[in-house]
T-cell receptor, first 117, second 113 residues
Framework: GAVVSQHPSWVICKSGTSVKIECRSL??????MFWYRQFPKQSLMLMAT?????????EQGVEKDKFLINHASLTLSTLTVTSAHPEDSSFYIC?????????????FGPGTRLLVL | SQKIEQNSEALNIQEGKTATLTCNYTNYSPAYLQWYRQDPGRGPVFLLLIRENEKEKRKERLKVTFDTTLKQSLFHITASQPADSATYLCALGGSSNTGKLIFGQGTTLQVKP
């Protein structure tokens, strides 16, 4: 149980285009999902908290107009990188809050590698 | 500001030995601490959670300790195997019930046969 999927697993796009990444909880409902970004050999940096049916809460320094988050259902959150630039190239990972074996924790997707040319 | 430190240098050990990884934090009082495993190009996988009122927790070959006075957690893998080679991340969670986690940068473990 507690499987989270992401699509696509990798994407290459031209500078200026927008890219949408989907995060789905496959076998449980998640009222809260999180979006992270990870650069090589660095830690996961939380970008935003996504709550079903409400606006996302962004971390300091993350542009909400550039990284659009939509949490339309209890099993799906999407992150859209608008007008992507090479500096947006990174590994984007989502997670969903869930409870397994009595422990509330985050279950992570496999990540999406974005390369902006 | 809140800071989490994990040994940035890779840890190399021989198969069968016990691996010990360290997580130190400052300017934070977490309600719980979690350890995750991350393989290259993959998302983290949850391993263990330990709460502030717990000193130690075990799961199979894994053991975690949590010392809120020292602001430190130790993560042990006994009888290590080459398959344990990965990056291990510690993450701190607060009492605000938002579920937000703050991650350390991870320590890479290499177990040699």
């Amino acid at each position: 149980g507690a499987v989270v999927s992401q699509h696509p697993s990798w994407v290459i796009c031209k500078s200026g285009t927008s890219v949408k990444i989907e995060c789905r909880s496959l076998d449980f409902q998640a009222t809260t999902m999180f979006w992270y970004r990870q650069f090589p050999k660095q830690s996961l940096m939380l970008m935003a908290t996504s709550n079903e049916g409400s606006k996302a809460t962004y971390e300091q320094g993350v542009e909400k107009d550039k990284f659009l988050i939509n949490h339309a259902s209890l099993t799906l959150s999407t992150l859209t990188v608008t007008s992507a630039h090479p500096e947006d190239s990174s590994f984007y990972i989502c997670s969903a809050s869930g409870r397994l074996g009595g422990e509330e924790t985050q279950y992570f997707g496999p990540g999406t590698r974005l390369l902006v040319l | 500001s809140q800071k989490i430190e994990q040994n940035s240098e890779a840890l190399n050990i021989q198969e069968g030995k016990t691996a010990t990884l360290t997580c130190n934090y400052t300017n934070y009082s977490p309600a719980y601490l979690q350890w995750y495993r991350q393989d290259p190009g993959r998302g983290p996988v949850f391993l263990l959670l330990i709460r502030e009122n717990e000193k130690e927790k075990r799961k199979e070959r894994l053991k975690v300790t949590f010392d809120t006075t020292l602001k430190q957690s130790l993560f042990h893998i006994t009888a290590s195997q080459p398959a344990d080679s990965a990056t291990y991340l510690c993450a701190l969670g607060g009492s605000s019930n938002t579920g937000k986690l703050i991650f350390g940068q991870g320590t890479t473990l290499q177990v040699k046969p």
